[in-house]
């Protein structure tokens, strides 16, 4: 299974400006270098250029790799070290990257509900439950109109 994890902050802190420099630095050589052997399979930056002027990193690969990437002490350290030089640090990671995902996740909180009673109404069977075709061919083209 795909995931991203995303990591966001708003701005340097004051005084700590050159401190941020470094601790970013390392961690953009730290992530380039699991991208070129593989452990993960993307690394971007993106820099705000509206509204808040913050910036976000969204590093992708395979769900399981990313989590033993989150948890190794290289991360912790940066992740420690960053959130003492910028402000609104984040870190969030997320699974799916396809339509199907999304779908399924929705279809599985809708059986928990409605096993739970929930949603006020049973929780539909198989046969009752549309696909994931159905429900693909019925969403929204991209310029708003319907299929």
């Known amino acids: 299974m795909e995931g991203a994890i995303l990591i966001t902050w708003r701005s340097l802190i004051p005084g700590r400006e050159e401190l941020a420099w470094q601790v970013m630095g390392n961690a953009w050589e730290y992530f ?4 070129a052997e593989g452990r993960i399979t993307s690394f971007r930056l993106w820099g705000g250029v509206t509204g808040s002027l913050g910036a976000m990193a969204l590093i992708e690969g ?5 989590f033993k990437v989150h948890i190794e002490d290289e991360t912790l350290k940066f992740l420690g070290a960053a959130e003492s030089v910028v402000t609104d640090f984040s870190v969030k ?3 799916g990257g396809s339509e199907e995902f999304l779908f ?3 279809e599985l909180s809708m059986d928990s509900l409605g096993a739970l009673g929930l949603t006020g109404q049973p929780a539909l069977t198989a046969g009752e439950r549309p696909s994931l075709q159905a ?3 019925n969403a929204q ?3 708003g109109q319907q299929p």
Do not use: C, F, G, V
């Open 93 to 95: 990671m997320y699974a």
């Open 141 to 143: 083209k991209p310029d």
């Open 104 to 106: 399924k996740s929705y």
């Open 62 to 66: 395979d769900m399981e790799d990313l």
């Open 32 to 35: 380039k270098r699991l991208n």
């Open 135 to 137: 429900l693909s061919a």
